[in-house]
């Protein structure tokens, strides 16, 4: 018997059968590329940046488009990030073919290292870096020798805000002076951290100001979910009522990660004919097997801090947190205490503050938290 694949993803994007909406995103992303210019946005954990970049390069595919992707929020240093860079060129292009011999021989004074990843089996290019002076000069040499293949490069860097922690005091402009030269080779910059990343996009004295056109990636249209939703499960054979899809997205607030994982548990509990009480059930299971961490969670939170993320969950959004009717309601205490936990509870991330919208409000980042806080 064939395997039914469900059609909800909650890891990796697989191709635009399975992903929603998007479209004006998508366009002005290769629309930036198509111009040669780098585009920056940042949004919210879990809302499907990476997704987005993958679907663009997807798109990119067709166009005779060399992408690479790399994702920097595990690197600590220029160095961890100059290797990762020259080892994702190096997996561009197979070794075999010239352009892969024509790289090894253009970064040979750099002593490359190949070895074998012991988990992954991939081959992995590492640089042999020690002076600093060498980053300002290796980050421009790479991309000086993609700049000048045949064919446009895309390079899209996830968690940029990364490079902020780097102990180096000039990175930002090392790498604006490497990029700004470049003709045919345009970059995505993309982060979850807001703060971070309006730093080095918005601040007026560093230099990657002004430097990007910038994209809004905000939740999906709840109109646009709701049809995809509808569409993947008939294309199964099964059918939804209304109040079923409009309780999900209520429940997970249109959260993408929350809305395909709660999709993701419905759809693999086989209902045909899925009704508001499989919503329940499906949200039930997923609420217990999590239990454990909200436990934990708690344990790391001081008493004032849960009880303010407590207030906001049951809240749902919150726009005037200092407000009396709100302290008063959650006995919280005074608008300073309320300030102290929120700045703990933002830098945790498990709190979210949409500054980006006409009308901020806060929300808890995670959504099943939220709602096993409601329920408990
Ligand atoms: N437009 C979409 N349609 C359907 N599924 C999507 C869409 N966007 C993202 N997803 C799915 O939602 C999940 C979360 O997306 P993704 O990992 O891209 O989010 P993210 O913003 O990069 O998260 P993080 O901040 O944790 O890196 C993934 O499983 C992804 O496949
Ligand atoms: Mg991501």
Request: net charge positive; aromatic share 10%.
């Amino acid at each position: 018997m064939k395997t039914e694949i469900n059609p909800f993803l909650i890891q990796q994007y697989q191709s635009p059968a399975y992903f929603c909406d998007r479209i004006s995103e998508t366009n002005t992303l290769l629309e930036n590329i198509q111009n040669n210019s780098n585009t920056a946005f940042f949004a919210q954990r879990r809302i499907g940046k990476t997704a987005l970049i993958q679907h663009v390069f997807h798109q990119l595919a067709k166009k005779k488009t060399m992408t690479i992707y790399i994702d920097i929020y595990a690197t600590q240093n220029l160095k961890a990030f100059t290797n990762q860079l020259a080892n994702s060129i190096y997996n561009l292009y197979p070794v075999n073919k010239s352009l892969g011999k024509r790289f090894l021989e253009a970064i040979k004074l750099l002593r490359p290292i190949i070895s074998l990843d012991e988990i992954t089996g991939n081959a992995e290019l590492s640089l042999d870096i020690t002076q600093p002076k060498q980053f300002e000069k290796t980050i421009p040499q790479l991309l000086q020798f993609l700049d000048q293949q045949p064919t446009r490069t895309v390079i899209a860097i996830d968690e940029f805000q990364q490079i902020l922690e780097y102990p180096e005091q000039n990175v930002e402009a090392i790498l604006r002076t490497a990029i700004a030269p470049l003709k045919q080779t345009s970059f995505i910059f993309c982060g979850s951290n807001q703060a971070m990343m309006q730093t080095i996009f918005n601040a007026a004295k560093r230099p990657f100001y002004a430097s990007t056109k910038n994209i809004n990636l905000h939740k999906i249209d709840s109109g646009l979910y709701t049809q995809f939703i509808r569409k993947k499960i008939k294309e199964h054979q099964r059918t939804i009522s209304d109040v079923a899809v409009e309780q999900i997205l209520i429940l997970t607030q249109s959260h993408t990660y929350y809305t395909q994982c709660l999709c993701n548990t419905i759809f693999a509990s086989n209902i045909k004919n899925i009704e508001l009480e499989h919503v329940y059930q499906a949200l039930n299971k997923i609420l217990s097997q999590n239990e454990g961490s909200y436990y934990q969670y708690r344990q790391l939170l001081t008493s004032a801090q849960w009880q303010l993320l407590r207030a906001i969950a049951l809240e749902g959004t919150v726009d005037k947190p200092y407000a009396q009717q709100f302290i008063y309601r959650h006995q919280l205490g005074t608008p300073a205490n309320v300030k102290r936990s929120l700045e703990a509870l933002i830098q945790k991330e498990m709190v979210y503050q949409n500054t980006n919208l006409k009308s901020p409000y806060l929300e808890v980042y995670d959504k099943f938290l939220m709602l096993w806080m409601q329920h408990k």
